[in-house]
Structures are given as structure tokens and as C-alpha cells.
């Protein structure tokens, strides 16, 4: 069967999982989609997507998306009353884009090989706006065979997708991914606030760094958030405490010493802790700094360009 004549099911249609679902409609692929509060996917449905009311309705579906929280949510989607796997059917393949631990992920891919059903562990790397600008990425691990067979329908999310190889393997990429994710906000709110505390406004510092070497696209595009103190949510302090926690868990079964990293969990901990990040993004860690230098922050009110113009598939 081509790739573009599969039907194909969706659990999770979060922030994340509902600009995804919007890049597949676009694209012209026939989408149902569920999710554990149904007022939320009624604006895909208003896109043409079909809505059904429990996991195992889409077991009749080529191609399964899931994006789902944690492991806990993974398995309750999965095996849990009305999960994915508990019909008569299965659907041909799940793809799992949650950031969950391998040993979860391992559990659910045995239940639905069990079934005659393949898995693939496919985390993405982005949010909603990185979405929108066509830059989302994302890591595949499985059978080989079948990841070029959805190959096309992956290529639809974003800009880059990587095969990295057989089992669980993805999970690893993708929360070391998450890991670099916060100790370079750590080190970036760290070396934002020293020049501040210097006298150098965070506009100003922040344009040198990101027209040098050592700018990037993360550095541009968290510094609206450092600049105007704007913390909308994209990822919160408690899911980055999580992927900290599967990340040191995963060094310490693996034997690989994470001294950094090891100390940006205590950190993000620290600010978790003291009530930063709860409903914000997990860059409040540049306010935990500033507590701790002695500076109080205002935004600067300067308009700063995230680098994430949003292109149309």
C-alpha cells in the first residue's frame, strides 16, 4: 500500500499532537483522532478529521500516531480499558511519539508484536511554533523495513528524519536530546544573568551571541522569552524534570558518568521546587538564576526575532 492512501489513527491531540494531525489533513491524509477530552479535538474535526471515543476505535486504522505525556499514559492507551490493543484488531502499525522510558516502550512494542501489530518509537523534537515554522524533527527506531514504509508520512512533520536504528534505541536519542535541551538553558541563563548583573542589557548580549559561533537556533529562539521574561508554555519544568530523571537513570544502567547533567537536575529540581514552571516554560530557570545573583528582572520590551518564521506545507 502506498503511504499516501493509509488510513491513519491519532491518539493525543494536544498542542503538539494537534498541529501535527493539521499537518497530515493539509497533506491531504485521512486522519481519526482521539483524545481523553474530546472538546479538544473538536477543532481537527473542524478540519475534516473523524473523532471517535476511545483508543481501540482506531484499531482498524494501516498507521496509529501516539503522543501521549508519559509511560504511565502510554499504557493506559495501550493496554488500559478501551486501549489500542485490547479489540479484536490491531491496527498494521503504532507509532509511538511520546517521551516515555525504553522499558515502557519495550512493554508496549512486545504487546502489539504479540498481535501481529508492528511498533516503532518515533520522539520528535520541537513544539507548536517549531512545528508551524516546518523545523520539526524526529528520531525513528524499529524495524527498518518499516519505517521506509511510513517514511513519507513522517516527512510530512518537518525537516529531518533520522532512522538510528533496531529497538528502544530512539527513546535514548531523543532524552539525550532533552537533557542538552536544559543544561544549555541553564548555561544560557547563567552567562545571561552575569552580564546582566555587568551592566549589559539582555538584548544587546543575547544579538552578539546569537551572531556568533556560538548562537544557534535554540539560542535565538528562547531569547524573546530571556529578553521580555514571556513564558508561555512549550515545555514545562516538571516534563523536563522527568526526561532529567529517565536521562540519569538511563547514564547510571548504562555506566556513562553525567556530572553536568547530573547537576542541572538538581537545579531544575531547585526551581520546580519553588514553584517556578508550574503552568510556564521551563526557561523561568533564567529567574531561578537571577534569585539566586541578587537581580530582579523586567522585561526589556525590545522586539526580538524568535527565527521561527512559520512556512505553509
Not at 76 to 104: F, H, K, N, Y
Not at 160 to 168: A, R, S
Not at 225 to 254: H, I, R, S, W, Y
Amino acid at each position: 500500500m502506498s503511504a499516501s492512501n493509509l488510513k491513519i489513527g491519532w491518539i493525543g491531540a494536544g498542542r503538539m499532537g494537534a498541529q501535527l494531525v493539521t499537518r497530515l489533513l493539509d497533506a491531504g491524509y485521512d486522519v481519526t483522532v482521539y483524545n481523553r477530552t474530546a472538546a479538544k479535538a473538536a477543532p481537527l474535526a473542524a478540519k475534516g478529521a473523524n473523532v471517535v471515543g476511545s483508543p481501540v476505535e482506531l484499531a482498524d486504522r494501516d498507521l496509529v500516531f501516539v503522543m501521549v505525556s508519559s509511560s504511565k499514559d502510554l499504557e493506559q492507551v495501550m493496554l488500559g480499558e478501551g486501549g489500542l490493543l485490547t479489540g479484536e484488531s490491531s491496527p498494521r502499525i503504532i507509532a509511538d511519539s511520546s517521551t516515555v522510558s525504553a522499558e515502557a516502550s519495550a512493554k508496549i512494542r512486545e504487546a502489539a508484536n504479540s498481535r501481529g501489530c508492528d511498533f516503532l518509537a518515533t520522539p520528535v523534537s520541537g513544539n507548536p511554533k517549531v512545528i508551524a515554522a516546518g523545523k520539526l524533527t524526529v528520531a525513528v527506531s524499529g524495524p527498518r523495513e518499516v519505517f521506509e514504509s511510513i517514511e513519507p508520512v513522517l516527512g510530512v512533520f518537518g525537516r529531518g528524519v533520522t532512522y538510528v536504528g533496531e529497538g528502544e534505541v530512539a527513546r535514548l536519542v531523543k532524552i539525550a536530546h532533552n537533557l542538552m535541551l536544559g543544561v544549555v538553558t541553564q548555561c544560557l541563563a547563567e552567562i545571561t544573568v552575569l552580564v546582566e548583573k555587568g551592566g549589559v542589557s539582555r538584548a544587546d548580549f543575547l544579538a552578539f551571541l546569537n551572531d556568533s559561533v556560538m548562537g544557534s537556533t535554540f539560542t535565538q529562539y528562547k531569547t524573546p522569552a530571556f529578553v521580555n521574561l514571556d513564558f508561555a508554555p512549550t515545555f514545562t519544568m516538571e516534563l523536563l524534570q522527568k526526561d532529567f530523571d529517565l536521562g540519569l537513570e538511563a547514564a547510571d544502567a548504562l555506566k556513562s558518568p553525567m556530572p553536568i547533567a547530573s547537576a542541572t537536575r538538581q537545579i531544575v529540581a531547585q526551581a520546580a521546587g519553588a514553584g517556578l514552571g508550574i503552568d510556564e516554560d521551563f526557561a523561568t530557570l533564567l529567574l531561578e538564576v537571577a534569585r539566586g545573583a541578587g537581580v530582579e528582572l523586567k522585561p526589556e520590551n525590545v522586539s526580538v526575532d524568535d527565527g521561527l518564521t512559520p512556512v505553509h506545507s
